[in-house]
């Protein structure tokens, strides 16, 4: 059974920083392209960022600069270190796993307020 569960979200003021993580179990994870997605209130699910399976990274524009994705063999977990967060990157963040399939993880809420 393929698992993906993330962590690390939770309620940080604006300018901090948080360090979420996805670990997966039941997929080979070396072979996988690893993303973050996320979806604030009203509105639809954006790619964040992602890293292949050889360590090529991509990012939205908004999130260029202060995102950063990174990925761990040995521990089959994909990293999302964020700093200089913003009200607007309030959202449910989601583990993806991309393949031949695709796979989801339950998310986890980052609030950024004040």
């Known amino acids: 059974q393929v698992q993906l569960v993330e962590s690390g979200g939770g309620l940080v003021q604006p300018g901090g920083s948080l360090r979420l993580s996805c670990a997966a179990s039941?997929?080979?994870?070396?072979?996988?392209?690893m993303g973050w997605y996320r979806q604030a209130p009203g509105k639809q699910r954006e790619l964040v960022a992602t890293i292949t399976s050889g360590g090529v990274t991509t990012y939205t524009d908004s999130v260029k600069g202060r995102f950063t994705i990174s990925r761990d063999a040995a521990k089959s977990t994909v990293y999302l270190l964020i700093h200089t967060l913003r009200p607007e990157d309030t959202a449910v963040y989601y583990c993806?796993?991309?393949?031949?399939?695709?796979?989801w993880g339950q998310g986890t809420q980052v609030t950024v307020s004040s």
């Open positions: 993806n796993a991309h393949n031949i399939a695709a796979y």
């Open positions: 039941g997929i080979t994870f070396s072979i996988y392209t």
